[in-house]
């Protein structure tokens, strides 16, 4: 496939997923906002139990744990965490927008 195109299918996607995040921030109920930062920290967590296995897989011993794997998997989380920032940050933003759009609504009913 040609890189730019791959580039162009990857911004599209991303960019539809923060299109769902917004529709699903600005729903009624508070929790449909959070599905997808979920999803993306059990992938996360999915990331780093997958690697450990893949370790036992190819050795055949556990892995010995260290600071250094200990730090390893900590930047793998924190790696796999960055769009669940974004997510969250999208979720918040829109449900301030809400919050203060119902507050308008509830003075102008207050002033009638």
Request: one cysteine or more; proline letters at 4%.
């Amino acid at each position: 496939m040609f890189f730019p195109f791959r580039i162009l299918i990857l911004l599209l996607l991303v960019a539809a997923v923060l299109a769902l995040q917004v529709w699903l921030s600005r729903r009624k109920a508070w929790w449909p906002g959070l599905v997808l930062p979920a999803l993306e920290i059990a992938y996360s967590v999915f990331a780093i139990i997958s690697a450990i296995a893949g370790y036992y897989q190819a050795y055949g011993r556990a892995v010995p744990v260290t600071a250094s794997l200990i730090g390893d998997a900590f930047l793998v989380f924190l790696q796999c965490n960055i769009f669940t920032v974004v997510l969250l940050a999208v979720y918040f933003i829109c449900r301030h927008s809400e919050k203060r759009k119902k507050q308008l609504d509830k003075m102008n009913i207050q002033d009638l």
